[in-house]
């Protein structure tokens, strides 16, 4: 008997592990794909109840909703990126022609200044520095500029490819996502029997509040951190205000940047512009961030403020930005335990 139970077991683990094995390269876009299904189930029902209920095309509608949803934003950006990078380019083209003065707030920066004055003297003052200076270290770095070429081209194919998988993953479970349901349901009672009901119940209302959450949030942030950047004229606004957007999900990082750009104003000239900067966009990351994201969870998915704010937290530390969904859910199940666990032991001393 005993033998039997072992080598069930055995059998099932090396299943386990040759599905994970094989998977590997596709686990983080089906991992996306199923938490984007549920976080969008609700409009996939509506959209297949305007279709009467005809899963195929509402499967096929509804993926490419999401699509356009994700790939737009994306390519705007991209356009935007490009944009500030062609600005940036411009200015070192005419800088390397014409030679650009050393701004007179650079030397007074403390610790750094003179270092920094020095640099700009030497590749920015005069004319043809940065050509020439560029032309020495692409001719020892060319395998080394391959290289990173490779990197940066193989980053992109690989997250195209992901976003590709992922939308046809997503395609199928919203195809045959209440057969899906049914059998981990099924599934779920059978192993955990009474226990399932309660976690089947919390998990898709937490999930849907954490995505909610990660999109309106940060892209609230991203919006009203690029237009204040816009307002007092800093360089490259939207890129730099969707980098602080992104920082943010890392704790105190944000302000540390509204810090060093406030006081690169207050040096250069603009000491009013400098103090605004660092205080409105501190105000607006510590509100966003610590009471509208975990209040906006936390009413959707009817969880602890504290459990929410960890998790949060505590995700985006051990997961990366994937925790930030992640995080609030875990915490929700351990919520759901605590409330098992007191549940029976009350019922153990008949209260």
Do not use: C
Not at 192 to 204: D, F, K, M, T
Not at 215 to 239: D, R, T, W
Not at 256 to 273: D, E, K, T
Not at 325 to 345: C, D, H, Q, T, Y
């Amino acid at each position: 008997m005993r033998y039997t139970a072992f080598v069930n077991i055995a059998f099932t683990s090396l299943i386990l592990l040759g599905s994970v094995l094989v998977l590997k390269p596709f686990l983080l876009a089906i991992l996306w794909a199923a938490v984007i299904a549920v976080a969008t189930w609700p409009l996939h029902v509506r959209i297949r109840m305007a279709l009467k209920g005809n899963n195929n095309r509402a499967a096929l509608v509804s993926t490419l909703v999401i699509g356009v949803v994700l790939v737009v934003p994306m390519a705007v950006l991209l356009v935007l990126v490009v944009a500030e990078l062609n600005s940036a380019a411009a200015y070192l083209i005419a800088a390397d022609k014409n030679g650009a003065p050393v701004p007179p707030w650079l030397p007074n920066l403390p610790g750094v200044g003179e270092m920094l004055a020095d640099k700009w003297q030497q590749y920015l003052a005069a004319p043809h520095q940065i050509a020439g200076a560029l032309q020495e270290w692409m001719s020892a770095k060319v395998t080394l500029l391959q290289e990173m070429a490779n990197l940066v081209l193989l980053g992109i194919t690989s997250r195209v490819a992901t976003l590709f998988f992922a939308l046809v993953v997503l395609f199928f479970i919203y195809r045959d996502g209440d057969r899906l349901v049914s059998r981990i349901n099924m599934i779920g009672v059978k192993w955990l029997q009474r226990r399932w009901p309660s976690y089947a119940y919390h998990i898709p209302p937490s999930l849907r509040a954490a995505v909610n959450g990660l999109v309106i949030v940060g892209l609230g942030e991203a919006v009203i951190i690029s237009v204040m950047y816009k307002a007092f004229g800093i360089p490259s606004a939207v890129l730099l205000g969707l980098l602080t957007a992104l920082l943010a999900f890392i704790p105190m990082v944000a302000p540390l940047l509204f810090a060093i750009i406030g006081f690169l104003m207050f040096v250069s000239g603009s000491p009013v512009g400098g103090i605004f900067v660092f205080s409105f966009g501190t105000a607006v990351v510590m509100v966003a961030d610590y009471v509208v994201r975990p209040m906006l969870i936390q009413g959707s998915a009817e969880i602890h403020f504290l459990a929410v704010l960890f998790g949060i937290l505590g995700g985006v530390a051990t997961m990366g930005i994937l925790g930030l969904i992640i995080g609030p859910v875990i915490l929700v199940l351990l919520m759901v335990l605590f409330r098992e666990a007191s549940i029976n032991e009350s019922a153990d001393m008949g209260l």
